[in-house]
Structure formats: C-alpha cells, structure tokens
C-alpha cells in the first residue's frame, strides 16, 4: 500500500512503516531544511515543498498521491496552537490547519488515515463556516457520511515501546472496520533505555556518534552536580541556580531538572538543549564525593534512543546540533506509529 504523509517534517515518524507493507511516496513539509533533511532519510519519497494553505500545493500534492494509488494517510499537523507547551489559543490559525487534511481526505479517500496531535485537540474548538465546533465532531461529521469508522483515542508512546512519556491524541480511521488500539506493553526506563552509555561531562566526546556532552557554563555544573536524579536544581539548600550577581532564580520545578533513572523519559521538547528548560538534565550517578556526574543535558544518542529511533538513524551531515535537536522535539516517537500499524484493519467487516 502506498501511503502519503502530511506536515511530515524530517520523517521521524515514518521511520518503522516500511514494516507494514506501506510505502510512503509522497509527502509534504512547509520548510525547506526539512525537506532536505526527510531527501536525506526518504530518498524513494517525492517531498513536496510548500504552504498546504496554498491551493497550488494542496493541489499539487493531492495529484501526485492520486497518481500513486495512495490508500494511507499519515497527518501530524502543527499543534502549538493546542499545546500546554504553547499559548492554547482558540484562534491560532494553526488550529485550523485539521480543514486542509479533512478537505485532503474528502478528495482522495485513502482506505486508512491516522491523524496524531496533542491531547488538548480533543477538546479544541475551531470556527467551521462561522460556528464554533469541537475538532472531534468536525471530523465526524466530515468523514462519517463517507463511510469511514472513526475512533478518537489519548495514548502515552510509553505504553508502545518507546522509554519517553508522551501522551498524544489520534484518530484512528478507516473504511474497513473499526481500527483498535494494540495491547499497551511493559514500560522502558531511562535505566534501561541509555545506561549502558558512558558517562560524560560537559564538552567530553565518546567514541560513540552522536554521543558528545554540550558544553555548559561553570554556574549550571556547579548547582547540577549538587541535584540528584529525579530532583531539581531549584530545591538544592546550597548549590541552587542563580545569576551571575548571585540572585536565586526562580522557575517551575521541571527546569534545571534531571530526569529520572527509574521512570520513562519525561517528554523531550524542542528545546532539549538547554538546562533551564523541561526535564532535560542526565539522571547523573552518586560519586563518592557525594556529587552526580553529567552535569549536562541529554546527548543526541541519548535522545535519539528515548525517542525510539534505530541505531542506524543518522541526521544528515549538514544537520546542526539544534536543529536536529529541534525536529527530535517535534517529531512524533516513531514507535507508537510503528505499534499502532500492528492493528490496522486488514478486511472489510461488517458495517458501523
């Protein structure tokens, strides 16, 4: 079955389909160091470079999936709009960027789509011809006079093979039956996911790709050598995070933080790459001295492997660090997508 992918930014979540007997042959990405980076991994892929708003692309990538016989859809369309990470306003025009993919669906009618955003579109309204509706009956009301079986669902890519706790809305549609969620399966700690990694400081290089520490100022080592897994910075009585004139700073209790050995990935954002941010500190080891090595953020390996990618997945060599950092943080675990498919409909059973 060949397939086409929406808003697909480098791929990431394409990368286990092939597993499925479902070929993704077309695509589409609005930027153009996405593009590049998806030709890089995708190179059997017709990428289509443009603004799906724009009725030329839209257009243009309707034809080609229409010339490839395309019977699956992927669409995980920008959700900042929906996010908690984000402002979660009504009216962020990329809220309403679910119209184009229904509008694309209505016009090539793939026997099977999955549809992946967060979890706040479940209870996000947008405007439909001048009336306030919720997305989820948007959707119903669009594809269910087609005959399509819709089933809505929250899922944590925890639960399907992945070390990281991301909880994600997706639709699950098609016209054969109704599409199930697969078995939930024994959860992977960070323990069990990157341990076998060596340790690192700030600015030291493994002799493993992709396994290099950021370099750190003197201040952030200092408090995060003090903090121990699972803790912040900002509770340290002594070694606590303050500016360079020595005020405390002040901030939520997932910043300056160090994510826990013993538990999933807390979710890895767009901004993994920095200290201050969500969850992003190495768990560290208790030293004899009574300090936590890796003061540092995750390494590329260490986010590539919490995230669910092959061992073979390599970023093109013109790829910056952030990025790549930022696409990981966008990017949908590729092992939900990869579970989910375990349970596509296969037959055509009964009606709804």
Same mark, same amino acid.
């Given at each position: 079955?060949?397939g086409v992918?929406l808003f697909? %930014?480098?791929? $990431?979540?394409?990368?286990? &389909?092939? +597993?499925?007997? #479902?070929?993704?042959?077309v695509?589409? @990405? ?5 593009v590049?980076f998806?030709k890089?991994n995708?190179? %059997?892929?017709? $990428?289509i470079?443009?603004? &799906?708003? +724009?009725?030329i #692309? ?5 034809? @080609? ?12 369309p ?16 990329r ?8 509008e694309?669906?209505?016009k090539l009618?793939?026997?099977?789509i ?5 979890q706040g ?9 001048g009336?306030?509706?919720q997305v ?10 087609l ?12 639960d399907?093979?992945t ?15 109704k ?5 939930k ?11 076998h ?10 002799k493993?790709q ?10 952030h080592i ?16 002594i ?29 890895i ?5 920095s200290?201050s941010?969500q969850n992003?500190v ?6 004899e ?12 390996k ?22 790549i ?24 059973n009964g009606?709804k």
């Amino acid at each position: 079955m060949n397939g086409v992918s929406l808003f697909a %930014n480098v791929g $990431i979540a394409e990368t286990y &389909i092939k +597993n499925h007997n #479902i070929d993704i042959v077309v695509a589409n @990405e609005l930027l153009e160091k996405r593009v590049d980076f998806h030709k890089t991994n995708h190179k %059997n892929c017709n $990428i289509i470079q443009g603004d &799906i708003t +724009n009725k030329i #692309i839209f257009n243009k990538i309707l034809a @080609e999936a229409k010339k490839q016989n395309c019977d699956f859809l992927l669409a995980t369309p920008p959700c900042q709009g929906m996010s908690v990470a984000g402002k979660m306003k009504e009216d962020d025009p990329r809220n309403s960027l679910i119209k184009y993919v229904i509008e694309f669906i209505k016009k090539l009618q793939p026997a099977h789509i999955l549809i992946e955003n967060v979890q706040g579109i479940l209870k996000t309204s947008i405007s439909v011809n001048g009336v306030k509706t919720q997305v989820i009956d948007y959707i119903n009301n669009e594809l269910k006079p087609l005959d399509y079986f819709i089933n809505p669902t929250l899922v944590d890519t925890a639960d399907y093979g992945t070390p990281q706790s991301r909880k994600r809305a997706i639709f699950l549609i098609s016209k054969f039956s109704k599409w199930e969620l697969p078995n939930k399966e024994n959860k992977i700690t960070v323990k069990e996911a990157i341990s076998h990694l060596p340790s690192l400081e700030s600015e030291e290089i493994s002799k493993i790709q992709y396994h290099y520490a950021k370099k750190h100022n003197d201040r952030h080592i200092s408090f995060l050598k003090h903090t121990p897994s699972g803790k912040t910075a900002l509770h340290n009585e002594i070694y606590y995070p303050k500016k360079e004139d020595g005020t405390r700073i002040k901030g939520y209790s997932t910043t300056y933080k160090r994510i826990d050995w013993d538990k999933p990935a807390p979710t890895i954002t767009m901004a993994n790459g920095s200290v201050s941010s969500q969850n992003n500190v190495h768990p560290g080891i208790l030293q004899e001295d009574g300090t936590y090595s890796d003061a540092r953020v995750l390494t590329l390996k260490e986010i590539f492997i919490l995230t669910g990618l092959p061992d073979d997945w390599h970023p093109p060599k013109w790829a910056s660090e952030n990025l790549i950092r930022q696409v990981i943080g966008e990017g949908v675990p590729p092992k939900l997508i990869d579970r989910l498919l375990t349970t596509i409909p296969r037959e055509i059973n009964g009606n709804k």
